[in-house]
């Protein structure tokens, strides 16, 4: 009962072909070379390659840092140019825009010049610039509209309207 219960099968081969055939066990002579106590004896540097390896590093290190800084250079200049594009394409749109500035403030043409003395009389106690050129605008608007109305009921009632 101490056996192992496939000790029956241990022996059998389990090649199925007959050309096939366990290969034999190899056999090594005896008068091979065994490895040493030590291999630190076959561990030498050879210093005069040290000069030679730093030279090609560094230049090797240079290269690769002026590399870098043209890849670097190039792709800050691309930016840049699209960047430039973009603006540009913008501005074609909106004249004066610069999107990293603050908003545009529309300016009054010399035709629609006020004069200080009409804006601080409609408003009580000299209010802010701010509140004057609300107050300019419509009063622009206001009298643009009256006119309009003014002069189609001036307008000729012979005339037919077209």
Known sequence: MN?????????IP??????LRVP???????????????????????F??????????????????????HREAYLHSRDDERERRKRDALRRIAPGFEPHSSPLVPTKGAANHITP?????????GSSQTHQRTRSVMDDLV?????LEGGSSKSDPSLPLS
């Open 143 to 147: 009298d643009q509209l009256a006119a």
């Open 24 to 46: 034999k066990p190899v056999e090594l002579p005896p008068d091979i070379h065994p490895l040493p106590e030590s291999v630190n004896p076959y561990f030498v540097y050879p």
């Open 14 to 19: 389990l090649i199925k072909s007959p050309s």
């Open 117 to 125: 003395n009409s804006t601080q009389e409609g408003t009580p106690n």
């Open 3 to 11: 056996q192992l219960p496939y000790a029956a099968a241990a022996n």
């Open 48 to 69: 005069t390659l040290e000069p030679h390896t730093i030279t090609l590093e560094s230049s090797r290190r240079t290269t690769l840092a002026a590399h870098v800084a």
